[in-house]
């Protein structure tokens, strides 16, 4: 076991490497930028291969080549970058094809800015590109955590045959931290029978691709797929869970939010007050049922963000009008402080708070 001091985009690309990754496709955008700076001058030391291609378009088409090769491929973006990449994704989706899709999130809409933001939840959860689809979405709230789904995201992505997101905001990708490093990581041997890597005419070749001309066999298609994310959502959510026993309200966070919110709920229960936590740490398949079976002295639940309130559509679709919803959010960059939610928690408690509405 090591222990290392490391930014958070360059944890991602040498979780990358340790999980095995064999090519990388990337262009340059902040806040992410330290992420394809890593990977274009390691990943050759370690067998693999970086290409900066000539668009953020581009780079996800070689994504596409290089996973229907059956190789371990990874792209990163921030925002916009990602928002060039959604028809490749849907096209990846389609032709079921493993692969890490790294998003590194920046203010929006538009260009925006490049400070931190959770303004991208939508476009992750929701598919973001054109057709029915889902993918998994971590959401790691330190460095550490960003390492080891990176890591869990290979070896998801290989066995259901997916491409799996990586949703982190700009603040986790640019703050350092400590990790430890186990000194190997194993990898499932899932044997890719469907990859096109060659016959040596002992076999018909494989044909990679997403269109179905014929109606009943697209609906065929897409029927398999959603059979595919019902046992994703069986077998692969993953949340964390603080203080739901006693608590009076419930917080819901994800990200660098849920650690505001964690130094808040410490002191606001040193003040005597009876708050807990529910983080997702997959927004898809989100952990609903966290929601749904809140002790009955829970009376409020108040969503904590870094948008407008995205996340929150999730959390009253899990609630389905059982508790009070409260929403507190920052945007554009600015970041929710501790005294913010600690405030918000006691407006809530004197019954001066608005509750959310859509």
Same mark, same amino acid.
């Given at each position: 076991?090591?222990?290392?001091?490391?930014?958070?985009?360059?944890?991602?690309?040498?979780a990358?490497?340790?999980?095995?990754?064999?090519?990388?496709?990337?262009?340059?955008?902040? +806040?992410?930028?330290?992420?394809?700076?890593?990977?274009?001058? /390691?990943?050759?030391?370690?067998?693999?291969?970086?290409?900066?291609?000539?668009?953020?378009?581009?780079?996800i088409?070689?994504?596409y080549?290089?996973?229907?090769?059956?190789?371990?491929?990874?792209?990163?973006?921030?925002?916009?970058?990602?928002?060039?990449?959604?028809?490749?994704?849907?096209?990846?989706?389609?032709?079921e094809?493993?692969?890490?899709?790294?998003?590194?999130?920046?203010?929006g +809409? #538009?260009?925006?800015?490049?400070?931190?933001?959770?303004? %991208?939840?939508?476009?992750?959860?929701?598919?973001?590109?054109?057709? %029915?689809?889902?993918?998994?979405?971590?959401?790691?709230?330190?460095?550490?955590?960003?390492?080891?789904?990176v890591?869990?995201g290979?070896?998801?992505?290989?066995?259901?045959?997916?491409?799996v997101?990586?949703?982190?905001?700009?603040?986790?990708?640019?703050?350092?931290?400590?990790?430890?490093?186990?000194?190997?990581?194993?990898?499932?041997?899932?044997?890719?029978?469907?990859?096109?890597? #060659?016959?040596?005419?002992?076999r018909?070749?494989?044909?990679?691709?997403?269109?179905f001309?014929?109606p009943?066999k697209? /609906?065929?298609?897409?029927?398999?797929?959603?059979?595919?994310?019902?046992?994703?959502?069986?077998?692969?959510?993953?949340s964390?869970?603080?203080?739901l026993?006693?608590?009076?309200?419930?917080?819901?966070?994800?990200?660098?939010?849920?650690?505001?919110?964690?130094?808040?709920?410490? %002191?606001?229960? %040193?003040?005597?007050?009876?708050?807990?936590?529910?983080?997702?740490?997959?927004?898809?398949?989100? +952990?609903?049922?966290?929601?749904?079976?809140?002790?009955?002295?829970?009376?409020?639940?108040?969503?904590?963000?870094?948008?407008?309130?995205?996340?929150?559509?999730d959390?009253?679709? #899990?609630?389905?009008?059982?508790?009070?919803?409260?929403?507190?959010?920052?945007?554009?960059?600015?970041?929710?402080?501790?005294?913010?939610?600690?405030?918000?928690?006691?407006?809530?408690?004197?019954?001066?708070?608005?509750?959310?509405?859509?």
């Amino acid at each position: 076991m090591e222990k290392i001091l490391i930014k958070g985009n360059e944890a991602i690309g040498l979780a990358a490497i340790k999980a095995g990754c064999k090519a990388f496709f990337g262009y340059p955008i902040t +806040p992410q930028n330290e992420l394809p700076e890593y990977m274009s001058r /390691e990943l050759s030391k370690n067998g693999g291969v970086f290409i900066q291609a000539e668009s953020e378009i581009a780079a996800i088409n070689m994504v596409y080549g290089a996973a229907g090769c059956g190789a371990r491929v990874m792209t990163s973006s921030s925002s916009p970058g990602i928002a060039l990449k959604q028809e490749g994704i849907s096209y990846i989706v389609g032709a079921e094809l493993p692969c890490v899709i790294v998003n590194v999130m920046r203010g929006g +809409p #538009g260009l925006g800015g490049i400070q931190p933001s959770q303004a %991208d939840y939508f476009q992750g959860t929701r598919g973001g590109g054109h057709g %029915d689809y889902y993918m998994p979405v971590y959401t790691p709230a330190t460095v550490q955590e960003t390492f080891d789904l990176v890591i869990k995201g290979f070896q998801v992505a290989d066995r259901y045959r997916t491409p799996v997101l990586i949703l982190v905001d700009g603040i986790i990708g640019q703050i350092m931290e400590a990790i430890e490093i186990k000194d190997s990581y194993p990898q499932e041997e899932i044997k890719k029978e469907w990859a096109t890597k #060659g016959t040596n005419r002992e076999r018909k070749p494989n044909i990679i691709n997403s269109l179905f001309l014929n109606p009943e066999k697209l /609906e065929e298609h897409n029927d398999r797929l959603f059979e595919k994310y019902e046992i994703i959502k069986r077998e692969e959510e993953l949340s964390e869970t603080l203080y739901l026993e006693d608590s009076e309200i419930v917080l819901v966070a994800y990200g660098t939010t849920s650690r505001i919110v964690k130094q808040a709920i410490e %002191d606001l229960r %040193d003040e005597g007050i009876k708050v807990g936590l529910v983080r997702p740490i997959t927004a898809w398949p989100f +952990p609903y049922s966290k929601i749904q079976n809140l002790n009955t002295n829970v009376n409020s639940i108040l969503v904590v963000e870094m948008s407008k309130g995205q996340m929150i559509q999730d959390v009253l679709l #899990g609630n389905k009008n059982q508790k009070n919803i409260f929403f507190l959010g920052r945007t554009g960059g600015m970041v929710p402080s501790i005294e913010e939610v600690k405030g918000k928690v006691k407006e809530i408690l004197r019954g001066e708070a608005n509750e959310y509405s859509l």
